[in-house]
C-alpha cells in the first residue's frame, strides 16, 4: 500500500491532468460553438475612420476569396477620403461586405487613366487621401494604375502600397517549380505573330515565367508555348486561384494541351501559367580557342597549356581544362 502522503500526491496530480484537459475541452467548445454561431453575412470592419496622411495608398484586393484581404487595407478603405475604382460596379458591393459606408468613388481604368491621374493629383492638392483600388488584386501589376502612380511621384505625393492578394505569387507557392528566380511578363500579345515574337525573346532564359491568359486565348497560347519552347519542359496551368473551382496543374508542354482537352471546364476561368526555364547550356569552346589549347598542349606540360590559353583567349578555365584531358587522351 502506498503512503497516505504519496496517496494524496497522486490524487493532486490526477486533479491537475483531469482539469488541464477539461480547460482544453472547454476552449474548444467555445471555439466551436463562436463558429456555429457566426453570422452569414459578417461584418468584418468596424466602419470606425482614421486620420489618413494625404497620399495615394495602392491597396490590393481579393482575386477571388473575399476574405483574402488585411486588416490594413479594411483600415485604408474605410478611412480614405476617395476610392479611385477600375470598376465601381464591382468595389461598391466589395466595400458593402466589408461592412463600409458608401463613400465616394470615382472610376479610374485603362481608357481614362490619365485624365483620372489629374483628378486624383487635385484631390491630393486638397489634402485628401485617396485609395486606389482594381477589380482584383493588385493595382498596376497587369492592372491599371501604374500611370497614375508615376504622375502622382512626378509631382511630389507620397505613394503608399498596402500588400496583399496577387495570382502570380499564389500560383508560383504552390507550383514547387525550383528556379530560385521568376520572370513576370503578365498578358502575352493577343495576335498570334505578336504573341510567337514575344516567347522568342525569352527562349534563352533560365528563369521560370509567369504570363496571365484569358480563357478565350488559353489554347492558342499553349499551342504557341509547345512550338516556341518545345515539348519538354514543365508548364503549371493554375486557374481561378482562390475560387470554388481553383485547380493547379503541372505537366510537360507536349501533355498541356490535351489536359485542357479533357475536360471543358479545364478552359474556362482566368489562367496564370507558369513554364520552367532554359536548361543551363554548357559553354563550348569557339574554335580559335581550341586551336591555341592544341598549339600549346604539344610543348608544355597540360596545366601550364591551360593556364596560358585562358589568358591568350578569355576563355572559361574549366571548359579549356576538360578539353585539354580530352585532347590528352586522343594523343
Known amino acids: 500500500m502506498l503512503p497516505a502522503r504519496s496517496f494524496l500526491t497522486c490524487l493532486i496530480g490526477m486533479s491537475r491532468h483531469l482539469l488541464c484537459d477539461a480547460m482544453r475541452l472547454g476552449l474548444i467548445a467555445t471555439v466551436l460553438i463562436g463558429l456555429q454561431n457566426e453570422p452569414k453575412g459578417i461584418t468584418v470592419h468596424s466602419g470606425q475612420k482614421q486620420n489618413l496622411d494625404c497620399a495615394l495608398y495602392v491597396v490590393a484586393t481579393p482575386i477571388g476569396n473575399l476574405r483574402d484581404i488585411s486588416l490594413r487595407a479594411l483600415d485604408i478603405l474605410a478611412s480614405a477620403d476617395v476610392v479611385a475604382a477600375e470598376d465601381k460596379r464591382t468595389t461598391a458591393p466589395m466595400l458593402a461586405h466589408y461592412g463600409i459606408a458608401a463613400k465616394r468613388l470615382m472610376s479610374l481604368h485603362q481608357h481614362n487613366e490619365r485624365g483620372a491621374a489629374e483628378k486624383v493629383i487635385a484631390l491630393l492638392a486638397q489634402g485628401l487621401s485617396v ?31 498596402i500588400p496583399g492578394s496577387n495570382a502570380a505569387l499564389a500560383a508560383l507557392s504552390a507550383a514547387g517549380l525550383t528556379s530560385p528566380h521568376f520572370l513576370f511578363y503578365g498578358f502575352l500579345p493577343s495576335k498570334n505573330a505578336a504573341r510567337c515574337h514575344a516567347l522568342q525573346s525569352l527562349v534563352t532564359l533560365p528563369y521560370t515565367l509567369v504570363f496571365y491568359e484569358a480563357p478565350h486565348r488559353i489554347h492558342e497560347c499553349v499551342a504557341d508555348l509547345q512550338s516556341v519552347f518545345g515539348r519538354e519542359r514543365q508548364i503549371v496551368l493554375a486557374r481561378e486561384i482562390t475560387k470554388m473551382f481553383e485547380s493547379i496543374h503541372r505537366c510537360t508542354l507536349a501533355e498541356a494541351m490535351d489536359w485542357l482537352n479533357g475536360d471543358p471546364n479545364r478552359q474556362r476561368g482566368e489562367f496564370v501559367l507558369l513554364v520552367s526555364g532554359a ?53
Open 131 to 161: 485609395a486606389l483600388v482594381s477589380d482584383a488584386g493588385t493595382p498596376a501589376v497587369s492592372d491599371p494604375g501604374a500611370l497614375l502612380v508615376e504622375e502622382v511621384r512626378k509631382v511630389g505625393f507620397r505613394v503608399v502600397p
Open 279 to 331: 536548361a543551363a547550356q554548357r559553354e563550348t569552346l569557339d574554335t580559335e580557342a581550341e586551336r591555341i589549347l592544341m598549339l600549346l598542349l604539344k610543348d608544355l606540360p597540360l596545366k601550364q597549356a591551360v593556364q596560358l590559353a585562358v589568358q591568350i583567349t578569355g576563355a572559361g578555365r574549366n571548359e579549356l581544362y576538360q578539353r585539354a584531358l580530352q585532347l590528352k587522351k586522343l594523343e
